[in-house]
C-alpha cells in the first residue's frame, strides 16, 4: 500500500523559515556569548621541552619481526612521521622520543619463565654462557630504526629486569616480597658492563642511545602476578648500580646519559612513603650519601611515572605542584613524565556510565596539560603505544591491536582518539619549544579549570613560531580570543581540532573561526613576524 502526504506551501515554508532560525541560532551561539580572553606572556617563559614521546614494550618484537611490511610500516608512520596529506591532515603524530626495552632473557625460556603471557616474554642479548647474541629482538631493533629514520630526536634504552642469570632466582621477577633487588651481590659490574656493550653495539649500527635507564619502578614488589619482568630496588641498591654503570660508561668513553628513579608514582619522588621514597632528596641533595649530582654521565632529569595521581582534580593538581615545588629547592632538576596510561580509575572523571573513546582522550589531554603547566614537565611519554585490547575503551594504548588478528588479518589494529589527543603535543611543540605563562579573563581557579577550558602554551626558541593548545572539557561550544603580550603583529596561521566527531583527527580547521567545539582539543599555531 502507498501512502502519499500532502503539506500546502504555507505550512513547509514555515518549517523551512524555523529551520533557518534554528540553524542561526546555533551558528552565532559561540559569537553571542563572552569569548574567553587568553593573554599569551610570551617574556614570562618556564620550561624547556626535551621531547615528547611513547614506549614500543612487548608488542613490538611481534609487529616488527610477523607483520606485513606495509602495516609495521604504517604503524611506524603513524608514530614517528611529521608530514602532512594533501587535506593538511597529518599523517602521523611525530614522535620526538623512543623508548627500547632491552630484555631480561625471559623468553628463552619459554613457559618456565613463570610468565603467563608469551609477548611479555622478552629476549636478552647476553647467553647464559657469555656470548652476545645480536640477532635476539629482532622486532624491537626494526622499530627502532623506524624512529630513527623518522628524524626522532631521543633514542632511550630501559630495563625491568637484569638478565635473568644476574639473577638472585634466576628469573625475570621476585620470589619473595622483600624490597630488595632480585640483582645478586656479585653482579652489579656484570649487570652495567652488559648495558654498556648493548649501547656500544646499537652505536655501531648507527642507532644511538642518547639515555639508559637502568632500573624500573622500584617501589613495586615485582612477583610473579605481575606477569612482566621486573625488579623492586631500595635506594642504596639504586645509587650502587648508578655508579657502577657510570664508571662503565665512562670507561668506554660512551656518551649516553643515565636516567634515574623512574618512581612508579610521583609522589615517591618527594614524600615520605616507606621504602624507595624521597628520592629527589636522597640522589639531588648535595648531603646525601647518595648523591648522583656529580657523577660523569649522570642527568638532572627527574624520572617519575603519573599513574595513580590523577583520581580526582585535587589529587592531579596537588601531586605536581608538590613535585614542582620540591624540585625548586635543587638548581637545575627537571621532571621527566616518563610513564603514563590510564592505569587507575581517575580518566572516570566524573563521567556517568562507561567513559567513551572521547572521554579517555579528553582525560588524557587533561593529564598532559597539567604535567605541563602544574608539574613543569619538560618530558612526557606514554605508555604502552599499542596493545591488544577494545578501541572503544583505549585506557592503555594510543592504537589498539586487535586480540583476534591472526584469524583477522585485515583488521589488525585500531587508531584511537588517544593517539590524536597526544599528537596535539607530540607533533606540534618540538624539542627546544619554551612554555609561556599565560593569563585568562574568566577568573577561575586551578580546580575549576580542570574541569573547564585547559590551556598551555610555547614558543620556539627564535620566537617565531607559538603552538597554543586548548582543551575545551565541556559539552558546549565556547569562544577564545588571544592577544600575544607585547607584540603588535601576530598572525594565527593554522588552526586543528579533535573532538568526538569521527573524521575530527587533528583535522584543519578554518583559521579565523577561534571557536572550541564542544569536548574538544584544538591547536592553534601563530607566526611571529
Known amino acids: 500500500m502507498k501512502i502519499q502526504l500532502h503539506f500546502s506551501g504555507v505550512f513547509i515554508k514555515r518549517v523551512v523559515l524555523s529551520m533557518i532560525l534554528l540553524s542561526s541560532a546555533l551558528g552565532s551561539f559561540c559569537q553571542d556569548q563572552k569569548a574567553i580572553k587568553f593573554i599569551l606572556l610570551l617574556d614570562k617563559t618556564v620550561q624547556q621541552i626535551h621531547n615528547i614521546g611513547g614506549s614500543g614494550c612487548w608488542y613490538t618484537e611481534e609487529i616488527g619481526k610477523q607483520w606485513p611490511l606495509a602495516k609495521k610500516q604504517h604503524i611506524a608512520e603513524l608514530l614517528f612521521s611529521r608530514e602532512f596529506d594533501k587535506d593538511g591532515r ?3 603524530i611525530g614522535l620526538s622520543a623512543w623508548r627500547f626495552n632491552i630484555g631480561g632473557g625471559t623468553a628463552e625460556q619459554g613457559d618456565s619463565s613463570g610468565i603467563a603471557d608469551p609477548a611479555r616474554r622478552v629476549e636478552c642479548f647476553l647467553s647464559p654462557d657469555g656470548t652476545y647474541d645480536w640477532s635476539k629482538q629482532q622486532g624491537y631493533t626494526w622499530m627502532l630504526q623506524q624512529a630513527k629514520n623518522y628524524g626522532v630526536k631521543d633514542l632511550i634504552a630501559f630495563v625491568n629486569s637484569p638478565p635473568v642469570q644476574f639473577n638472585k632466582n634466576g628469573l625475570g621477577y621476585k620470589s619473595q616480597k622483600d624490597g630488595s633487588t632480585n640483582l645478586r651481590p656479585d653482579k652489579y659490574n656484570a649487570y652495567a658492563n652488559f648495558l654498556t656493550e648493548v649501547i656500544k653495539h646499537y652505536d655501531k649500527k648507527n642507532l644511538h642511545f642518547n639515555y639508559i635507564s637502568p632500573i624500573n619502578e622500584p617501589q613495586w614488589d615485582w612477583l610473579k602476578e605481575s606477569n612482566q619482568e621486573g625488579s623492586p630496588w631500595t635506594n642504596e641498591e639504586m645509587f650502587e648500580i648508578i655508579k657502577s654503570l657510570n664508571t662503565s660508561l665512562a670507561k668506554q668513553k660512551l656518551k649516553t ?7 612508579g608514582q610521583l609522589d615517591y619522588l618527594y614524600e615520605d612513603k616507606g621504602r624507595t621514597s624521597r628520592q629527589i632528596d636522597n640522589f639531588w641533595n648535595p648531603k646525601s650519601p647518595l648523591y648522583i649530582g656529580g657523577l660523569s654521565n649522570t642527568t638532572k632529569f627527574v624520572e617519575g611515572h603519573g599513574y595513580f595521581t590523577e583520581n580526582g582534580d585535587n589529587t592531579l593538581i596537588t601531586v605536581r605542584r608538590s613535585l614542582r615545588d620540591t624540585l625548586k629547592k635543587y638548581k637545575g632538576l627537571e621532571y621527566w613524565q616518563s610513564e603514563y596510561s590510564m592505569l587507575g580509575n581517575g580518566f572516570k572523571d566524573k563521567t556517568s556510565g562507561n567513559p567513551n573513546e572521547m572521554d579517555h582522550a579528553l582525560f588524557l589531554a587533561k593529564v598532559i596539560n597539567h604535567d605541563f603547566t602544574i608539574g613543569d614537565a619538560s618530558a612526557w611519554h606514554f605508555w604502552n603505544t599499542y596493545e591488544p585490547g577494545n578501541p ?8 589498539a591491536i586487535n586480540p583476534k588478528r591472526a584469524k583477522n588479518p585485515e583488521t589488525m589494529y585500531t587508531i584511537t582518539k588517544n593517539l590524536w589527543a597526544l599528537g596535539h ?19 577561575l581557579n586551578d580546580m575549576e579549570i580542570a574541569q573547564q577550558i ?12 607559538i603552538v597554543v593548545n586548548v582543551i575545551n572539557y565541556t559539552h558546549e561550544a565556547k569562544k577564545a580570543d588571544f592577544v600575544l603580550e607585547g607584540l603588535a603583529k601576530g598572525k594565527l596561521k593554522k588552526h586543528y581540532i579533535t573532538s568526538e566527531k569521527q573524521d575530527d583527527n587533528i583535522r584543519p580547521y578554518p583559521v579565523d573561526d577561534t571557536t572550541l567545539p564542544p569536548r574538544s582539543i584544538s591547536t592553534f599555531i601563530f607566526s611571529v613576524p
Not at 572503544?392 to 592504537?399: A, D, G
Open 257 to 263: 646519559k643515565i636516567l634515574a628513579t623512574e618512581a
Open 90 to 92: 597529518p599523517k602521523g
Open 425 to 443: 603535543y607530540s607533533l606540534f611543540i618540538r624539542p627546544g619549544m619554551v612554555r609561556i605563562e599565560t593569563q585568562r579573563n574568566d577568573g
Open 392 to 399: 572503544l575503551n583505549p585506557r592503555y594504548f594510543l592504537i
Open 454 to 465: 585547559m590551556i598551555s602554551a610555547f614558543k620556539d626558541p627564535k620566537g617565531k613560531s
